[in-house]
């Protein structure tokens, strides 16, 4: 069997070793993959378009693509392999929408009685003006631009003055670009932040243990976003009665929300949540597995996700996830200066002797060195009876890792 994962991170790298781990007789194809993926299958170095992408899977007689980076989905990547006859995990353009277009997103939630923030969607910069005069909302707000998730586009505002400047920045400015001739006003909510990765078959969706990811570059979450600085499995905060709230007002009125509204498609499906003292929210959607929540869920899921794929997707059977009683906690070994400007090509020192489970997200190996190559460059993986060891295994195996201009968070799973 050939399987093709699209994306060239620790998420996509963590697939694949997963695959590998299971013993499933498989051959990978990594697009466009890193120094990790590299080594376990055959990178695609081609510069191709997704069009040109699904002819090199006709042609090379690929059984299954997994989609890892929401760029692609965005592009339509599905509805093209589909048009090939090729089988993909992930959304179809209309469902892919759910994370790329903020304003499709809130609206679905606000139809299916999701609980979500309030919020208002503005257009003209006067009318969005009038309503932060009218000081409707708690401080702080947060102002997003109608663009891609990832945290970007979005400026939290803590009083009207703020609140001003930021619909200037984004109306008028336009910073983030055309995604800023609409934009949301959100009451901001204080609160611990989950993500609920699943998988969604069409008919049903199956939750994953709950994670917490820290995407500031800053301890105490201060500082700019990034794609993720560190997680740990499970939350702490997701206790069973948070479960219950989440099923109850987010998980079950988005199946039936997905199933009216013709969305189905099988792919994940990951809920960006806040656990309020009171209740669960909805923040976002995203239409894929989080980077790096999947290195730190892969580690602990005992059934073959092989299988999983095949039993629900292509024989639509009911899915049973087993995962290990443990905790799992991931730290993300970067370049100073991420997410902004950094240095690459610095030798990173203790590679080959470390333990596993770790993941490559932006380092190549040139002769016998390994070398970063990106902002982002290893994953680190502890597995404790509690997220204590968990995360003191991951800091030990963090220690032994150096590099010129290593930088990591040093209060993941505190
Ligand atoms: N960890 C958040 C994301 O993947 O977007």
């Known amino acids: 069997m050939k399987i093709l994962i699209i994306g060239g991170g620790g998420r996509e790298h963590a697939i694949g070793k997963k695959l590998l781990e299971d013993y499933n007789p498989i051959h990978l194809y ?3 993959g890193n120094g990790g993926t590299g080594l376990i299958g055959n990178n695609i170095n081609n510069h191709y378009s997704i069009l040109e992408l699904g002819m090199f899977s006709k042609k090379n007689d690929i059984d ?23 089988k993909i995990i992930g959304p179809h353009y209309s469902a892919a929408k759910l994370e790329g277009d903020r304003i499709f997103s809130k609206s679905f939630m606000k139809k299916y009685g999701i609980r979500t923030p309030k919020y208002e969607i503005f257009s003209c910069y006067q009318t969005a003006m009038s309503f932060l005069k009218k000081k409707k909302y708690f401080l702080p ?44 006003i ?30 500031k570059i800053g301890e105490n979450e201060k500082g700019m976003n990034t794609g993720g600085m560190g997680a740990i499995v499970p939350n702490p905060y997701m206790t069973n009665s948070v479960w219950i709230d989440f099923k109850k007002n987010i998980l079950e009125p988005t199946l039936e929300g997905l199933i009216l509204e013709k969305l189905n498609f099988f792919g994940f499906l990951y809920f960006g949540l806040m656990i309020t003292p009171n209740k669960i929210y909805l923040l976002e959607y995203n239409t894929r597995i989080g980077d790096p929540e999947a290195q730190t869920l892969f580690p602990l899921m005992k059934s ?82 509690t997220i204590q060891e968990a995360r003191k295994k991951a800091y030990d195996k963090v220690k032994k890792i150096k590099f010129e201009n290593l930088y990591f968070r040093r209060d993941i799973g505190l």
């Not at 990765?197 to 049903?204: P, T």
């Not at 070994?333 to 090509?345: A, D, Q, R, V, W």
């Not at 596993?356 to 290893?378: M, Q």
Request: hydrophobic fraction near 40%; aromatic fraction near 10%.
């Open 30 to 32: 990594f697009y466009p």
């Open 64 to 86: 299954i693509t997994i989609v890892g980076s929401e760029i692609f989905l965005l592009e339509g990547i599905v509805d093209v392999f589909k048009n090939f006859g090729l």
């Open 141 to 184: 707000i947060a102002i997003k631009s109608n663009g891609l998730a990832e945290g970007k586009g979005v400026i939290l505002a803590h009083n009207i003055d703020e609140a001003k400047k930021a619909l200037k920045t984004i109306m008028i400015e336009k910073k983030f670009g055309k995604s800023g001739n609409k934009i949301i």
């Open 186 to 215: 959100e009451e901001f909510l204080q609160g611990k932040e989950a993500s609920i990765i699943s998988l969604f078959n069409g008919k049903d969706i199956i939750p994953f243990l709950s994670a917490m990811d820290y995407k």
């Open 304 to 385: 073959n996700f092989l299988n999983i794929i095949q039993s629900s997707f292509l024989h639509k059977e009911e899915i049973n996830i087993i995962w290990e009683k443990s905790c799992s906690c991931c730290i993300v070994l970067s370049s100073k200066g991420y997410p902004e400007k950094y240095e690459t090509g610095k030798l990173i020192v203790g590679l080959d002797s470390l333990q596993e489970p770790f993941y490559i997200a932006g380092a190549k190996k040139e002769k016998e060195d390994w070398i970063t190559s990106s902002g982002r460059v290893l994953n680190i993986i502890g597995i404790g009876n």
